[in-house]
């Protein structure tokens, strides 16, 4: 993507640290943000991005991301947080300046630290503004670049491998299991369960709606669940999954019948799908629901469904596979990281090639 505009080694460090980080985007917003604020008013200080600090030199950092950088990201792909920087835990409900000394107490420690110093940077002079905003650019396209040639590698190389070969279903239970035993990977049951269905969507006549996403709550959305299916052509919500990635309590399936009565949708099944056992206990409380609302409620493990799927339509495995890859390659890195993406890939070669 070009030469860097620096010729200090060490701040282009501190820019491509954050840029390259994919265990939090933040970082790489704040710094747009702030930097942009600064170029376009001068006269701010940019270590102030927060108007609760009550200076004339201080300024919205939030406005700037929300009305300026998202949009930017969005047009232009970029490796970042699909939301605002100042609403992560370490930079929301703050009135302090921002200087290297502070505190953030947000993960990983490095990335924050950088962006303080860049802050810094500017503020003393090391570097202006513009080149900050340049660079960071720069380096968020390089990481683009590069996560877009990895895909494609990865890709060319599935198809390449796989000639006429299919996975058995079994052969299909055991990628998704593994895939599903990495490290941040709460997104997939929900992926597992949308894949199955939109494999059968004929067969079954059902279709999945609209997903949320995966951090947006219900309460703000007026979501039933995580994934909500209804009949073809129709509206109605018939049957409303909610993925757990620890044990379902009692108390998740008393504020799931809440949730459904409040709404003005016609419940059928309400189904939870868990990556951990389950007590006996809440699966004989869940049972017992039916005869006092009318709406099933049933507690089942994510590789249980997913075996019981494949089997049941077994000449429908390629399509549940094929879905499933799509939805992972489509979610937003924010929801299932480039990492967990690209080892999927990986290990569907291996698994297709037999290695």
């Known amino acids: 993507m070009g030469q860097s505009v620096l010729r200090q080694p060490e701040i282009i460090g501190r820019?491509?640290?954050?840029?390259?980080?994919?265990?939090?985007?933040?970082?790489?917003?704040?710094?747009?943000?702030?930097?942009?604020?600064?170029?376009?008013?001068?006269?701010?200080?940019?270590?102030k991005p927060y108007t609760e600090i009550g200076n004339a030199d201080a300024y919205s950092g939030r406005t700037y991301d929300e009305n300026y950088i998202t949009e930017f990201i969005l047009a232009h792909n970029l490796p970042c947080n699909s939301t605002t920087a100042f609403l992560t835990p370490a930079l929301r409900n703050r009135n302090t300046i921002l200087t290297p000394t502070i505190n953030l107490v947000g993960r990983p420690a490095d990335v924050y630290q950088a962006a303080l110093q860049l802050l810094d940077d500017v503020y003393t002079g090391n570097i202006s503004a513009s080149d900050l905003l340049t660079e960071t650019i720069r380096w968020l396209l390089v990481v683009r670049e590069e996560k877009q040639q990895r895909m494609h590698t990865l890709l060319t190389s599935l198809k390449s491998a796989r000639g006429e070969a299919s996975l058995s279903a079994e052969g299909i239970v055991t990628l998704i299991e593994q895939h599903l035993k990495l490290k941040k990977s709460s997104r997939l049951p929900v992926l597992v369960?949308?894949?199955?269905?939109?494999?059968?969507?004929k067969q079954l006549g059902e279709q999945v709606r609209p997903m949320y996403g995966h951090t947006t709550a219900d309460r703000q959305t007026g979501a039933l669940g995580d994934l909500e299916i209804s009949l073809v052509g129709e509206n109605n919500v018939v049957t409303?999954?909610?993925?757990?990635?620890?044990r379902v309590l009692i108390e998740d399936i008393e504020q799931a019948i809440i949730k459904v009565a409040q709404s003005t949708q016609h419940v059928d099944?309400?189904?939870f799908i868990t990556t951990v056992p389950f007590d006996r206990e809440v699966q004989e409380y869940a049972t017992a629901v039916h005869d006092r609302t009318g709406m099933e409620v049933v507690i089942m493990d994510c590789i249980g469904f997913l075996r019981h799927f494949l089997h049941l339509f077994y000449r429908l495995r390629?399509?549940?596979?094929?879905?499933?890859?799509?939805?992972?390659?489509?979610?937003?890195?924010?929801?299932?990281?480039?990492?967990?993406?690209?080892?999927?890939?990986?290990?569907r070669q291996a698994a297709e090639s037999g290695e």
């Open 15 to 47: 820019i491509e640290l954050i840029a390259r980080n994919t265990q939090n985007r933040a970082g790489a917003r704040l710094i747009l943000a702030c930097a942009l604020a600064k170029v376009h008013n001068p006269t701010i200080d940019i270590r």
């Open 193 to 201: 369960v949308a894949a199955a269905y939109y494999a059968a969507e």
């Open 240 to 246: 409303c999954y909610e993925m757990k990635t620890r």
């Open 269 to 271: 099944n309400y189904i």
């Open 318 to 347: 390629v399509q549940f596979l094929e879905s499933y890859q799509q939805l992972l390659l489509s979610e937003p890195d924010s929801a299932v990281n480039q990492p967990l993406k690209e080892a999927f890939l990986a290990m």
